[in-house]
C-alpha cells in the first residue's frame, strides 16, 4: 500500500490556493461591475423621476416668475434654478379661483430639491423636498428670456456617483411647456 508523498501533497495545495485566487479575484470583479451597474441605474433613475416631477410641474404651472421669496427663502430664475406660479387645488383636484401656489426648483452641491409654499385654500404639501441626492447639477433654459413671456423651458438633470474610485454618470433632457398660462 502506498502513502501520499509530500510533493504531491504540496501540488494538490498548489492547485487549489491558484484555484481559489482565480475565484477570488473573477468574484470581486464581478461584484465591482455589478456595483457599478447598479450606481449608472441609480443616477439615470433619480434623474429620471426627478425630470417627471419638474416637467409635470412646469406643465400645471400658469407662469414663471422671475423672483419670489417661498418659505422664508429667496429665489430667482435663472439657468441653474427655476421660480413658478401654479394655480392652487382643492381636495377634489379642482383649480381654485385666484389662488396660487409657488415653487421653486435648484440645486445644491449634491441635491435638487424642490421648495413650495401653497395658498390657504391649497391642498398640496408645502415645505422644501428633496427630489435627487445624486445631483451635480440642473440647468434650465427658456424660450424667452423675459420670465412673463416663457412657455417652454428645457430642463437638463446630472447625476453622477461613485463606484470604485470611477464616477458614473447620467445626463438627462427634456422639455416641458406651461399649459395653464
Request: hydrophobic share 45%.
Amino acid at each position: 500500500m502506498k502513502g501520499v508523498t509530500l510533493i504531491e501533497t504540496i501540488i494538490v495545495i498548489t492547485i487549489l490556493a491558484v484555484t481559489s485566487m482565480i475565484m477570488s479575484v473573477t468574484f470581486i470583479t464581478l461584484w465591482r461591475v455589478s456595483q457599478m451597474n447598479l450606481s449608472s441605474f441609480e443616477t439615470k433613475s433619480q434623474g429620471g423621476i426627478t425630470m417627471q416631477k419638474i416637467a409635470d410641474t412646469i406643465e400645471a404651472s400658469s407662469s414663471v416668475l422671475s423672483s419670489r421669496a417661498i418659505n422664508g427663502a429667496a429665489y430667482t430664475t435663472n439657468e441653474s434654478s427655476l421660480v413658478l406660479q401654479i394655480p392652487s387645488i382643492n381636495s377634489s383636484s379642482e383649480i381654485v379661483a385666484a389662488a396660487f401656489d409657488y415653487a421653486a426648483f435648484a440645486a445644491s452641491s449634491t441635491e435638487i430639491f424642490m421648495d413650495i409654499e401653497p395658498s390657504a385654500s391649497s391642498v398640496r404639501p408645502g415645505g422644501k423636498f428633496v427630489l435627487a441626492n445624486l445631483a451635480k447639477d440642473i440647468n434650465f433654459r427658456y424660450n424667452s428670456s423675459t420670465s412673463t413671456d416663457i412657455t417652454t423651458i428645457e430642463i437638463f438633470i446630472h447625476t453622477a456617483k461613485s463606484s470604485y474610485g470611477l464616477d458614473q454618470i447620467s445626463t438627462l433632457s427634456t422639455v416641458a411647456q406651461l399649459k395653464n398660462k
